[in-house]
């Protein structure tokens, strides 16, 4: 059974780490993922309008427009919603620095969303490769008492125990980690998306 299990997981779960790219960088083992791993997004790749000054920066840190910004940020808020939101604000501020400092807030709520999933990943990764070479070594143990000549079949139910749990385990946490992968190319979609949505605003 333990075979089998092995077999599968070898066949269906992708690959731990991130591919390497013919003439790309080397395989990052923090990053599980099959999309390239991008650290920082910045303001100036989801946003064509005004660089945000000093003035709209500390306009951006009052609690109307950053409390607004938390709410548009928010993946559970449609876009829709947003949007009317969005241009509810900009009706009651017609100065376009109000609707700047308000797409600098919203940015910085989904790059601060962004990070905490990409420190996540980060985690998830580690945890994975632990439970990778637990398998490994489990995997060993049992090769080892199979051999022997003295053959101790209450041990060999324990560790083929573990391992069917161990490999169970990885295997749900890999079906699992496509979505998890795709979460900060979510959050960089809002992003650009609210920004347009806030550029549309500006005269």
């Known amino acids: 059974m333990i075979r089998m299990l092995l077999l599968s997981l070898a066949v269906a779960a992708p690959a731990f780490a991130a ?23 910045s303001l100036a790749q989801v946003w064509g309008g005004p660089v945000p000054d000093a003035a709209a920066q500390a306009l951006a840190g ?11 940020a928010l993946r559970r808020t449609p876009m829709a919603e947003a949007e009317a939101q969005m241009k509810a604000f900009a009706a009651s501020h017609p100065d376009p620095e109000s609707v700047v400092a308000l797409f600098a807030a919203t940015f910085d709520h989904v790059n601060a969303a962004r990070d905490r999933v990409m420190a996540g990943i980060t985690r ?7 439970l990778e070479q637990q398998i490994e070594d489990l995997r060993h143990q049992m090769n080892a008492l199979e051999a022997a000549e003295t053959k101790d079949f209450d041990k060999m139910d324990d560790v083929e125990k573990q391992l069917d749990w161990a490999t169970r385990i990885f295997q749900d946490r890999q079906q699992s980690l496509t979505y998890v992968c795709e979460t900060p190319v979510i959050l960089e979609q809002r992003a650009f998306a609210l920004g347009r949505a806030a550029q549309a605003l500006l005269p």
Request: glycine share 2%; proline share 17%.
């Open 124 to 130: 998830y990764a580690h945890k994975q490769a632990t």
């Open 62 to 72: 009052t609690p109307e427009v950053n409390d607004l910004a938390e709410v548009l």
């Open 19 to 41: 591919p390497a790219f013919a003439d790309g960088p080397p395989v990052d083992p923090d990053w599980p993922c099959v999309q390239r791993r991008q650290p920082e997004l």
